[in-house]
């Protein structure tokens, strides 16, 4: 060793041991750390000293380091060593394979892998072109023994992740090694495969041999890393070596699913295998899997594993890797399920294996199997089978469709938590869950696939279906007596006959319908009594299935009603002042549902029950103690859906004045305006300004919210619901015509016009109160004991963050909620109510509403008064529940006279609003570290919720322009994923297409075109779609810059555009590249929305010219160039594809780098010459290359060092 090297690696082992010891204090461990990276920086003995570090004599861990020096010389410096360097490097490598490591059960893998690093790095940058020798040098290793056997298996699988899995290196590069590979693939494959033989071979022959338990382990080791490796290229070869000699790999891997040492990996790349996609022709040759042999092979694997699964001996433990192989075959069957039903029925013309019973009764055994996880696993392929058009008519199906119904019946009994020991299923839970709350996750996602396969297997095999369901719910019902039903059975039995019966009535004909049998099971649903409130909601859920039946037997109509009406009133004790609890609660809301349910579907089998419901709501009125405010809006909401079948306009108005009139009373009186007119007020009589120092003191004026609550529940109910015939004829034969369009069009009125309009008033004064209570001299009238109302409430700030709800089991447990949390209720809810329920006014009243006389001016005197002062998680109600249905619903008439004065000074505050509000969320830095730390976990707590809602705002706001100004003609992306209405869905997009852009057909609509012909207005449209580019949300970037931004910049190309504000819109586009660039969605929508502009105004506007000349690293030649075309469009003629190339290289410089990559140092690997292709190369196809002088480097025969 040199004389300087020597104490320079005594240094470095001396700097490693104290990064790596425990005891060494945190200046030591950073000193040590600057100077190891101060060493691979900077000193010109890295080589020398990783050797060095790396030789057997060091310890594992120096000799990891001396590695890591090695590849970090690889890495970063291989571009600037002379060609002796890098080939001595590359010998030594070699040598280190070959020579260079413990025998293959006592080295470090950790080791193995460094060593690995090193020679896949040299791979990326010289094969095949400078290397080309490299496979043979592989397999010359291999022949030396096993441990080099096993890093040859390291280094090809290291290789396969980094080109085709992690992709981590130049296109071009890329694309050499992946052509080389596969056209090499044959090769690779026999030698992997001859490998495996081989060990797996001298594996069973020894492992049987007493003295030899040391070479049976490398031989196993080996076959463990050789599979491994097969894994990392099974997924992306073509099919063809998977299937070569009849299905050869398969058949070897089939075999060694009856070996316990390699079956998971075999059984891992047999999954993987079977798995693929493609062409249809190329994978019939997995239906050998279906043969006799290779499905006994199969199914003795899981038999022996699912005895091995649980330990015996340890109380029933679950071995982990048996089960592991347990869960893989099942994939595997599941994943030869999906194989079936794609080449069964197909162009291929596959027939119905003749082995189908038996690969059906492994499905089966899996799905009844006492794991959570393999029961879900198979749900997905059950669907498949019942949904294909063949298979689902084959015998055998149809025979196992039945074995599944009855299977589902223990399947969807909610039992196996993890902290229980109840049943098998729990250890099984304790391996695959963390929590119950995991476990309940992941069971409620299981019982919505098992649902959709038990409608499917209903459509199968119906009456089958109907009998299981029946002789369950019998069961269930006459087990009553013996204490051996429970709530959990009811739930599960209550959901099988849910899914049975919805496809009964959809796809039997009336004459088919078993109805007698199945009036008799109503019959006893009926007359079933319990006072479990969980088992009640289960009798309320089988009595609304059920329902259907009832229309043929008219008469037992009033029964079913009867069973209904008192479990709204359901009570388990007879203080009424107590705390329910939860269970009890919902008993009570669901009965109410089922009435709303019934009403709303069979209101006209309803209508003739209509007087005896109502005299039934009457005398439940009458007592103020037996109902909540929301389960008597909810019976009238009831009444209000059958009184939409009178189809008499009087006689139903006349019944809405008589069912709102206390409700219109109380709203119109003297009282009720001074307290909606005047926050003070207001709150005085809430009781928001009383200190209230026992939380146990009764509310005395919880009486007041409550009046004020269940007038605009009642006003929302009677507006959501109450409707005209939507026939033309009855609708006008009943005086719901008042007159007709110029175009003859019929104008209806609607029956609660008149007492909803006189109520409106009040209404708008209660949004105005409330919008003033955020006023700091109305936020100061608050006592101490509601400061914290006005905040956002718990559970939306968790769905807001995206924290899951926690599951709630506790249904014994009372409901109690204190003054504050109430209080704070009361504000949230009657805040968005009001908005929901002006926002239904209009399609509801129609023409009574929008011609109001100054109802623009009265909006802005309510709902957009002292807006600055609202909270953003208060604002989103005003967007979103009122504005955009506004729009959605105003007839184009009432365009100019109420929506434009609305929408006007609305964007221009919104415009304001959100441009400040980013700006302080890109302004914000985090607290100094001197902080207390719980105060900092709070402060960052609250800022990522301000964001986050700042984030729902902004989409609200997007998604409000863009239903005000386009016309949607293509699929977009959803603004907000909270939205409750489900408007839009998130659309999937192929990266490799890009974001689906502006086309032509993209237009702007008709309220859009008002909206032109005012400039401010248009304008802040304009600046809010540009601002918001550069916001910190690639969501909305995406949507904004991919549907609104050229749809509204392209209806103002034809006019005099200022300089500056061409400039600033470029300029917006290029900071949102800045900002977006690097997430693949936001790069091509941004990129085409610059590429647009700089078409269209380059030719006037040299501004952009001197724009792009400020990009960082732009080519000033090909940017002269595309300029000369951008301002000559007819000379160009490149096509769209290579101009969007070109434009896309240019503005490169602007895209920003994430947060996690601005500060690596980047790792350069050049491109290597061109391969020289031929058509179909029989040998390696770099026999013959320019770059003599550096094959002659690394060709085999050199001296190592």
Same mark, same amino acid.
């Given at each position: ?618 005398r439940l009125f009458s007592n103020e103690m037996l109902l909540t405010q929301m389960e008597k809006c909810a019976l009238m909401e ?7 079948q009178f189809k008499d306009y009087n006689k139903q108005k006349a019944f809405l004045e008589e069912l709102m009139a206390p409700v ?172 929901? @329920? *002006? !926002?239904?006014?209009?399609?509801? %009243? +129609? /023409? ?9 001016? $009265? ?42 004065? @609305? *929408? !006007?000074?609305?964007?221009?505050? %919104? +415009? /304001? ?9 890109? $302004? ?99 600046t809010i779609c540009f601002n918001s580019l550069s916001w910190k949300d690639t969501v909305n970037c995406q949507r904004t810059a ?160």
């Amino acid at each position: 060793m040199a004389e300087p090297i020597r104490p320079l690696c005594d240094e470095l082992i001396k700097a490693v041991n104290v990064m790596m010891e425990a005891e060494s204090s945190q200046t030591y461990r950073l000193e040590a750390l600057k100077f190891i990276e101060d060493f691979k920086e900077k000193s010109p003995f890295c080589v020398e000293c990783g050797l060095q570090l790396a030789e057997k004599s060091q310890t594992a861990v120096v000799r990891h380091f001396g590695l890591q020096i090695l590849e970090h010389v690889v890495k970063f410096q291989w571009n600037n060593m002379a060609p002796q360097e890098k080939l001595r490097l590359k010998n030594c490598t070699m040598g280190l394979l070959s020579d260079g490591t413990h025998p293959i059960l006592q080295e470090e893998c950790h080791v193995k892998d460094a060593l690995s690093r090193i020679v896949v790095e040299m791979i990326k940058r010289e094969w095949p072109q400078h290397w080309p020798d490299m496979l043979k040098e592989m397999e010359a290793l291999a022949a030396m023994g096993d441990a080099q056997t096993e890093l040859v298996m390291l280094v090809l699988l290291r290789l396969a992740e980094d080109v085709i899995t992690f992709q981590t290196l130049p296109t071009q590069r890329r694309r050499d090694i992946q052509q080389t590979l596969t056209q090499n693939m044959d090769s690779i494959f026999t030698f992997l495969l001859g490998i495996l033989q081989l060990h797996v071979n001298e594996y069973n022959k020894l492992k049987c041999v007493a003295g030899l338990e040391l070479k049976t382990k490398a031989h196993w080791r080996v076959g463990v890393a050789t599979l491994n490796t097969l894994a990392g290229y099974i997924d992306w070869v073509a099919l063809s070596h998977i299937t070569n000699e009849n299905c050869r790999l398969l058949e070897i891997l089939c075999l060694l699913l009856s070996e316990p040492e390699l079956q998971l990996e075999a059984a891992e790349c047999l999954l993987i295998a079977i798995s693929r996609k493609g062409k249809l022709e190329e994978r019939k040759p997995f239906m050998l899997l279906f043969d006799e042999v290779a499905m006994n092979y199969i199914l003795s694997a899981a038999q022996s594993a699912d005895g091995a699964a649980l330990c015996k001996q340890s109380s029933g433990v679950v071995v982990e890797r048996r089960y592991t192989f347990l869960k893989r075959l099942c994939q595997v069957l599941c994943a030869l399920g999906s194989q079936i039903c794609s080449l069964v029925g197909s162009d291929v013309e596959v027939q119905v294996p003749v082995n189908l019973n038996k690969y059906m009764e492994a499905l089966l055994a899996f799905t009844t199997h006492p794991s959570q996880f393999l029961r879900s696993s198979t749900q997905m392929t059950w669907g498949n089978l019942f949904r294909h058009e063949v298979l689902s008519k084959d015998p055998i199906i149809c025979q196992m469709t039945i074995k599944y119904l009855r299977s589902a019946r223990i399947n969807l009994v909610k039992t196996g938590f993890p902290s229980k020991n109840d049943c098998p299923a729990c250890e099984f839970s304790r391996v695959d869950f963390d929590s119950d709350e995991d476990f309940n996750c992941c069971f409620n996602s299981f019982r919505a696939h098992q649902g959709e396969a038990v409608r499917l297997a209903s459509k199968i095999v119906p009456f089958e279906a109907f009998q299981i369901a029946r002789e369950w719910a019998q069961y269930q019902i006459n087990t009553l007596d013996t204490g051996n039903t429970t709530p959990v059975q009811w739930d599960a039995m209550t959901f099988f006959t849910e899914s049975v019966f919805g496809q009964l009535f959809k796809i039997l004909e009336k004459e088919k319908l078993p109805i007698d049998e199945g009036m008799e099971l109503l019959q006893m649903v009926v007359n079933y009594e319990t006072r479990d409130p969980l088992i009640l909601s289960c009798v309320l859920t089988i009595i609304s299935t059920l329902f259907p039946f009832v229309k043929h037997q008219p008469h037992f109509l009033p029964q079913v009603l009867y069973k209904i009406f008192p479990a709204i009133t359901f009570e388990l004790v007879e203080e009424r002042k107590a705390p329910r609890t939860r269970a009890v609660k919902n008993v009570r809301r669901h009965a109410c549902s089922s009435i709303i349910r019934m009403c709303r579907d069979y209101s006209d089998f309803i209508l003739p029950c209509f007087d005896m419901m109502y005299e039934h709501v009457k005398r439940l009125f009458s007592n103020e103690m037996l109902l909540t405010q929301m389960e008597k809006c909810a019976l009238m909401e009831a009444l209000i859906l059958i009184s939409n079948q009178f189809k008499d306009y009087n006689k139903q108005k006349a019944f809405l004045e008589e069912l709102m009139a206390p409700v219109t009373a109380q709203w119109l009186s003297e009282e009720m305006r001074s307290v909606l007119w005047d926050p003070a007020t207001f709150l005085a009589y809430v009781g928001a300004d009383q200190v209230i120092s026992d939380p146990d003191t009764e509310d005395q004026m919880g009486i007041n919210r409550s009046r004020i609550s269940f007038c605009v529940y009642t006003i929302l109910g009677v507006v959501k619901r109450a409707r005209g015939p939507a026939d033309p004829e009855e609708a006008k034969a009943g005086g719901f015509v008042v007159s007709t369009t110029s175009d003859g069009t019929p104008i209806y009125r609607n029956p609660c016009a008149e007492p909803v309009q006189a109520l409106l008033p009040n209404l708008l004064a209660l949004i105005r109160t409330h919008n003033s209570l955020f006023l700091p001299e109305n936020v100061n009238r608050l006592s101490k004991t509601f400061t914290r109302v006005y905040d956002i409430m718990e559970m939306e700030k968790n769905s807001v963050l995206g924290i899951p709800q926690q599951v709630l089991d506790s249904y014994d447990s009372p409901v109690y909620r204190n003054i504050d949390e109430r209080m704070q209720g009361f504000f949230s809810s009657l805040y968005e109510n009001c908005y929901q @329920l *002006l !926002g239904n006014v209009g399609p509801c %009243l +129609q /023409q009574d509403f929008y011609a109001i006389e100054g109802l623009a001016e $009265q909006i802005v005197g309510s709902a957009f008064i002292h807006l600055d002062s609202v909270p953003d998680h208060r604002l989103r109600p005003l967007v979103r529940l009122f504005m955009k249905q506004l729009v959605m619903s105003c007839p184009h008439e009432y365009y100019d006279s109420l929506l434009c004065p @609305l *929408l !006007g000074p609305l964007f221009a505050y %919104l +415009q /304001q609003r959100l441009s400040f509000r980013w700006q302080i969320i890109n $302004q914000r830095t985090s607290l100094s570290a001197q902080e207390e730390e719980a105060y900092e976990e709070n402060h960052v707590t609250q800022e990522m919720v301000e964001e986050q809602l700042l984030r729902l705002v902004t989409r609200e706001v997007i998604d409000l322009l863009s239903v005000t100004c386009i016309t949607r003609k293509c699929p977009e992306l959803s603004a907000n994923k909270e939205d409750v209405d489900g408007d839009e869905e998130m659309v999937s997009m192929d990266s490799s297409q890009g974001i689906q852009i502006n086309t032509p057909t993209d237009e702007l609509s008709e309220l859009g075109k008002s909206l032109l012909r005012s400039e401010d207005i248009y304008m802040n449209l304009l600046t809010i779609c540009f601002n918001s580019l550069s916001w910190k949300d690639t969501v909305n970037c995406q949507r904004t810059a991919g549907l609104l931004c050229w749809t509204l910049l392209k209806q103002v190309l034809g006019g005099n555009l200022l300089p500056e504000a061409v400039s600033w819109l470029y300029a917006s586009v290029l900071k949102g590249l800045q900002m977006h660039g690097q997430h693949e969605g936001c790069n091509a929508a941004l990129t085409q929305l610059a590429l647009l502009i700089y078409e269209a105004l380059r030719p006037r506007y040299a501004e952009l010219r001197l724009i792009m000349n400020q990009i960082p690293d732009i080519q000033v030649d090909a940017l002269e160039q595309f300029d000369q075309k951008a301002v000559q469009p007819a000379v160009s003629k490149a096509g769209e594809k290579k101009k969007k190339e070109q434009f896309k290289r240019l503005i490169a410089g602007t895209v920003g780098k994430p947060l996690g990559q601005q500060f690596k140092k980047e790792v350069h690997i050049r491109n290597l010459p061109s391969l020289f292709k031929k058509p179909k190369p029989t040998k390696d196809m770099l026999e013959n290359t320019d770059a003599a002088g550096l094959i002659a480097l690394f060709s085999p025969d050199r001296d190592h060092c």
